[in-house]
C-alpha cells in the first residue's frame, strides 16, 4: 500500500500518493517541481499566476521526458539492429567452420 507523503510545492502544501515511489523520492519529485517553478517564474516574470508557472513546469517536464522516451526508442533500436548483426555474423561463422570440417 502507498504511503501519503505531505509535500510543499512552492508555496502550497499537498499530500500525494504515489505508487512505487518511496517517501524520500516523492520529496525529492516536489522539489524539482518547486525549483522548476522557481526557474520559470524568474524567466517569465510578467505571469504572476501560479497556476501557469505550474502548467508550464508540466509542459518541460512533459517536453524532457519525450525527449528522454525519443532517445530510449532510438538506443533500443539500434542495440537490437547490432543484436541482429552479431547474430547473423556468428550464424555465418558456425556455417563456415561447419563446412570446412566436412571438407577436411
Do not use: C, W, Y
Amino acid at each position: 500500500m502507498n504511503e501519503k507523503v505531505e509535500i510543499m510545492i512552492g508555496n502550497r502544501r499537498l499530500v500525494v500518493e504515489m505508487e512505487g515511489f518511496i517517501p524520500m523520492e516523492i520529496n525529492a519529485l516536489g522539489q524539482k517541481v518547486s525549483e522548476r517553478m522557481a526557474e520559470l517564474q524568474s524567466q517569465h516574470k510578467n505571469i504572476a499566476d501560479t497556476s501557469k508557472i505550474a502548467l508550464l513546469a508540466a509542459l518541460t517536464f512533459a517536453a524532457e521526458l519525450e525527449k528522454e522516451r525519443s532517445a530510449h526508442d532510438t538506443t533500443k533500436r539500434i542495440l537490437e539492429n547490432k543484436v541482429d548483426q552479431l547474430s547473423q555474423s556468428l550464424k555465418d561463422s558456425l556455417k563456415a567452420g561447419a563446412s570446412a570440417a566436412d571438407g577436411a
